[in-house]
């Protein structure tokens, strides 16, 4: 049984906006640091957000400003909420959990639990 299940992405015009969902079981949800990463081809998986019960938001400074990462208790769902896109945010998006309650400065090793992906285009 997945333990994160993604939806949203699609692909839109610059500037445009997008909303990245992540259903997650409730364990996970609710004690683990989770987060969102991105891929692009030929480019390693890098952090985009993170988000703990403990510790200040992290956001990529690449999309500081643009995007928001928050969760919905009631729905045990992470979000994404991405707005004025650009073309260099094309990538695979993933949603993932690192087996700690506290996110701090971890990159995507630590993370145990990865979403199956979504795909983000951004292009006129």
């Known amino acids: 049984q997945a333990q994160l299940v993604q939806s949203g992405g699609g692909s839109v015009q610059p500037g445009g906006s997008l909303r990245l969902s992540c259903l997650a079981s409730e364990g996970i949800f609710n004690s683990y640091c989770m987060g969102w990463f991105r891929q692009a081809p030929g480019k390693e998986r890098e952090v985009v957000a993170t988000i703990d019960r403990f510790d200040p938001i992290v956001y990529a400074d690449s999309v500081k400003g643009r995007f928001t990462i928050s969760k919905d208790n009631a729905k045990i769902t992470l979000f994404l909420e991405m707005l004025s896109l650009k073309p260099e945010d094309t990538a695979m998006y993933y949603c993932?959990?690192?087996?700690?309650?506290?996110?701090?400065?971890?990159?995507?090793?630590?993370?145990?639990?990865w979403g199956q992906g979504t795909q983000v285009t951004v292009s006129s």
């Open positions: 993932a959990a690192r087996n700690s309650r506290y996110c701090a400065s971890s990159g995507p090793d630590e993370y145990i639990y």
